[in-house]
């Protein structure tokens, strides 16, 4: 097993870029999430919506640590791993509204998907799906001998599907080039873990029963994420072998939809709770960081978040202004 | 009689149900919310809540647990908010649930187990939240499958399924939560295998399934006011079969639409096309017609999504080209969707 | 020509593939036992011990597995050694493999998976060993669904489906594996979608799939000798389906029979009555009639599996009938299985 | 957690009765098994059967520490478990005849299975059903607040299979009264546990990290497999939550079919390798302790054996000698 990886100290000059790159991206998949639910809620996107506010941390530092041939998966979440991996703003907002220049033309919406040129292969909306097909590429990557790695983002939730351990055994058995990585939110929909998932097991330990080897992180600490993603992508380059990247994190908005819970009324969290995780907020925290190292200073990094979310707001824009597909081509790419 | 909707009248059927049986019990992700199942579980949830409970994501495993319970006395009604997941269940349906009292020669006792699936539609649902897989399932002996298409059958159909003997399946489509009714507010199960005469008619017969009713009732209405009379059949359940009832109507009007809410390749409509070129085939006037989704996976962009569902004004067409007479452009007559998402 | 088995034929088809095309691995439970799946998987085995190799009991992820190898390029070629245990693979199968290409608009390339099942039947194989589900397979677009009959088409279609771009699910009889045939040892892929016409005739059609096309061979041979002439149509795939052929034969006879491997009810027997009804009614001199399993599970006790499976004689039988002719008993041209256990 | 249950001594003369009791299951399963795979070979039983030989112990050692008001579920490789739980060699070789009187009506055949009158709920061909079914039975127990155990009867296989850990999972979270026996004979069909599970790994560390309570128990050993058998019934009635046994034990004949492996030319597994775990047989080990113990003597245990033996063959010709099912019965019983 190579060493575990020194964590990213970022006082050190030399990181400082690298934490403005990755400040950049959260900025980047935050301001284009935020804007994409406010531009929701006026019922122009119809595709029923999973935002993955707060959660970014985990998709910056792990696609920070994979190089672009390496190829992504992901469940019904999935625009900040769309984004992280290189995805264009312009392109998810025109699937969500609905266009032909959705990067899956309108066909498959916001749960659904895909841009091969960054190597984000597919989401799936259905649980466990984007876990057994990232396991094929890396089937793919062992038979061809290729040194690529195949990472696949999925909840909590995939640990109560059987699919989670057939996978799991299967590319422990076949030694399989393969990146999990579990953002462990506490909840499915409404429900919290504890009713869900056996009292005192967790999912890192039952992974680790099969030989997987497994890594936790914080997951809104981005350098944090990153540190433990090139960890285990060092170690998937050497051995060859699956790694299991566990991230702690939280959902702000509501399961689906553009809204907080509590202006929906809904109790299943308290207001209390979602306040404690925000003030967790990875991207303060990535701006605490760059500050304590003097890194860059407030007006940079205020000036780095106008001019994204500028440019955010005209990628909305101009997808908005896109065309329907037209309906005579229903019956394309059936095969 | 009292007006309900569709997600009320089978929430009453619950709450019914459990109040007569106390073997019954509810569960599948999120039955034990506030917004229990868009309404149809959260009266049986406050009502039992040690009765009704949330499950994790198994289903393939969970369709094998209900089989358990229902073979120790227990009788387990399970919900898939959509019927797209249930494909995870079908090894314990179809090699286990259906094949029990079968398999075993009746020595196994029965396995009572009832199954709701939600079906989507529209609003960008897409490809993998929109699928009923009625006839795939309906295609293996020893299932019940049902389609509530009202109110009223939505409650009948439970109830029935909350007491017989054998694995029942509900389809219930998601845009038909909010359709009203009548609705007895007694407990009449509605038996299986027996048809609804929607409306009686003489012209032509629609065999419709689900949200199709409605737009069958839609498109009559309409032909109507031009002097076409249409006979409406709901069949219900799709296995059993109510052939008599759909013989009987083609027997009458000699014309025969099939209106499924899935597609035509061995599918509904191709079921029931099938049936009456064998067993009424001397009364067809005409050719049969089946209606069903597009050939291809459901389309999220909103253009496609029109193009995708056959509506109302697609049978009233049907039925002016069966008769020999001019199609038109009816969309006047379709419903616009007032469903605002996320879902 | 050469004389070929079927599983040999299989196996010639997998070897050709396979030395044309070094991204095809085949992999499922047994597949490099020296008994390779009935002998029709040993021959890859031995020359390519890499690419062909055992598979843990994991049908549910496995297909997804495929899905992603497929993704990057590889062809996965996975056997079920019995179709019944393809239930735990629908999700990704339905969900995920079919969907693929539309759903995301063509944008994330391809997922050409291939995947075997064997269909058992006779010898007590049961409830949970015999079944083939390639019509609610067939239901779903995006898969292509063949039932190869014959040697020929056991090896042409195989060579399709390795060479494709999409999914390709084949059900494979088991009781076809030992049946000979001529086979070209070139590689000549038969395309999906080409029924063969079996044998040409004028009084009646009958379609048959898979084990019943043999059948239905038996029958018309008996039957030609009493002055019936027979056209037998082997539609090759369920999906995609070659209306043409279907139609054009009964545009020539006038009557049609189905004979199936599975049930009736949305069955693919219910599929072609449908079409016919819908696209050759005016043709039609005669109801049609469906032909399928009887409507319950599969048993296991002789007498009873005799009963179950129709067979040479109940498709002879049924042409007299469609003829207008007095049936009679005709058990004598059954074939008697010779297939002894353990299985 | 109770107290590990005493390893039952087979000196102590009190324990001399159950010696003995479960030596005569031993033979009767043994037997049976033995005399259905020579008739078997005549080709009168037209059902795949995949036999038992080898591996009574776990069977009887189990039955024997449950109730008959407990049920068990069991897999393809059934008999073992049918018959120790109560079911008689008569039933059972009449559903392999496919009589009227077999105990499926001779639907259901070798892997379709059932007696309810003996807690013998059902055998299922379908790796993994056996367990779901358990568990859910244990559910029922669980809701009915019955005093009662569901236990599955499965082989190593399952656990590479979804289901094996969702109901594992399940029956950890909502604290079920199931009993899981795994018989692990190192094989299915033909493929040995390292090329089919991750390496290293073994499946009772696997289900204890759901925080289910594992047992191993020397499969060959009845004695053994009952002290465990003990310890868990008593750990279940008391806790009520799940128990994983796990056993190490050996099939003697061919996957499926009456034959030895080298009779029909099979290599995946050595004639020494057969040998070496028939030297373990667990009959002869009962047989030794009871000697040694002096519970019985030799004369005795050989009449007991030809006794049962006679009792066997006089079941299999009554069965042979019954009618076959009414195919106007063909749709019998459908729901
Ligand atoms: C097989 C399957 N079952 C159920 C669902 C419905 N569903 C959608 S999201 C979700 C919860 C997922 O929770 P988690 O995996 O923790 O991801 P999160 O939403 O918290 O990011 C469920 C149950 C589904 N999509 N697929
Ligand atoms: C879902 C499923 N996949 C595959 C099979 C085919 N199959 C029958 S028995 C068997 C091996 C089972 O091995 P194990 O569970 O160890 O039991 P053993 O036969 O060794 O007693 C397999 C793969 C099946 N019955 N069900
Ligand atoms: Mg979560
Ligand atoms: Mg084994």
């Known amino acids: 097993m190579p060493p575990k990886t020194q964590p990213i100290d970022p006082l050190a000059s030399e990181n400082h870029e690298t934490l403005l790159r990755l400040h950049e991206e959260l900025l980047r998949v935050r301001h284009a999430e935020l804007a994409l639910a406010e531009r929701y809620k006026q019922q122009e996107m119809r595709t029923p919506t999973h935002f993955g506010v707060g959660q970014e941390a985990v998709a910056v530092g792990v696609c920070a640590a994979l190089e672009k041939t390496d190829v992504a998966y992901s469940h019904h979440r999935s625009h900040n791993h769309f984004l992280a991996k290189g995805g264009s703003v312009y392109r998810l907002a025109a699937e969500l509204f609905g266009r032909e220049t959705g990067c899956s033309r309108g066909r498959g919406g916001s749960v659904h998907l895909t841009d091969l040129s960054c190597g984000f292969v597919a989401s799936s909306a259905i649980l466990g799906e984007a876990m057994s097909a990232a396991t094929g590429s890396a089937l793919a990557f062992r038979l061809g001998n290729e040194k690529r790695i195949a990472t696949a983002f999925f909840g909590d939730a995939v640990a109560e599907e059987g699919a989670f351990y057939e996978c799991l055994s299967y590319a422990a058995l076949k030694k399989l080039p393969v990146l999990y990585v579990c953002e462990n939110n506490g909840y499915a929909t409404e429900s919290p873990l504890s009713i869900r998932q056996p009292a005192g097991a967790d999912i890192s330990g039952r992974v680790a029963s099969f030989g997987v080897r497994t890594i936790k992180a914080e997951g809104n600490d981005v350098l944090a994420v990153l540190t433990a993603a090139r960890e285990a992508v060092a170690y998937l380059r050497t051995e060859g072998t699956p790694v299991f990247l566990e991230c702690a994190t939280y959902r702000w908005l509501e399961h689906v939809g553009p809204f907080y819970d509590h202006e929906l009324g809904r109790t299943y969290r308290t207001e209390q709770e979602v306040a404690g995780w925000q003030d967790k907020c990875p991207v303060i925290k990535s701006r605490a960081a760059i500050l304590e190292a003097g890194a860059a200073d407030e007006a940079t990094l205020d000036k780095m978040q106008t001019d994204i979310q500028a440019v955010i707001q005209a990628d909305i824009e101009k997808a908005y202004g896109d065309p329907w597909p037209d309906p005579q081509q229903l019956f394309d790419n059936i095969y | ?343």
């Not at chain 2, 009292?101 to 196994?108: E, K, L």
């Not at chain 2, 007895?184 to 009713?213: N, Q, Y």
């Open chain 2, 1 to 343: 009689m009292r007006v309900l909707k569709y997600k009320e009248a089978i929430s009453e059927a619950t709450v019914q149900a459990m109040e007569a049986d106390e073997s019954i019990f509810v569960t599948g992700h999120a039955v034990d919310y506030p917004s229990g199942i868009f309404g149809s579980t959260s009266a049986a949830a406050e009502k039992f809540p040690d009765r009704v409970f949330d499950c994790p994501s198994m289903e393939n495993a969970f369709a094998g647990i209900a089989v358990g319970a229902a073979a120790m006395g227990q009788r387990p009604m399970f919900v898939y908010p959509r019927a797209d997941f249930m494909f995870l269940s079908f090894d314990n349906l179809l090699n286990l649930a259906c094949k029990w009292r079968y398999m075993y020669g009746g020595n196994a006792g029965h396995v009572p187990i009832v199954l709701r699936a939600v079906v989507g539609k529209g609003w960008g649902q897409g490809a993998t939240h929109s699928q009923s897989p009625h006839a795939p399932l309906a295609h293996f002996p020893g299932l019940t499958v049902a389609m509530p298409a009202a109110p009223a059958d939505a409650k009948g159909l439970l109830l029935s399924a909350l007491t017989s003997n054998h694995p029942v399946i509900l389809f219930e489509h998601r845009s038909l939560f909010d359709h009203e009714g009548e609705v007895d507010e007694a407990m009449e199960p509605i038996p299986f295998g027996k048809a609804r005469i929607v409306r009686e008619g003489h012209d032509v017969t629609i065999v419709a399934t689900s949200l199709m009713v409605s737009e069958a009732v839609t498109a009559a209405e309409e032909l109507a006011g031009r002097g076409i009379s249409v006979e409406i059949i709901d069949p219900r359940t799709i296995r059993p079969l109510d052939e008599a009832a759909i013989l009987n109507s083609v027997k009458k009007t000699g014309r025969l639409i099939v209106a499924d809410t899935s597609w035509e390749l061995c599918g509904f409509s191709s079921e029931v096309a099938g049936l009456v070129a064998e067993k009424a085939f001397k009364h067809l006037k005409a050719p049969v017609r089946r209606i069903a989704l597009a050939d291809c996976p459901a389309p999220v962009s909103m253009p496609l999504e029109e193009a995708f569902y056959p509506k109302a004004s697609t049978l009233a067409n049907a039925v002016l080209e069966l008769t020999g007479q001019n199609t038109e452009n009816m969309s006047h007559i379709d419903e616009v969707s007032l469903f605002k998402g996320p879902y």
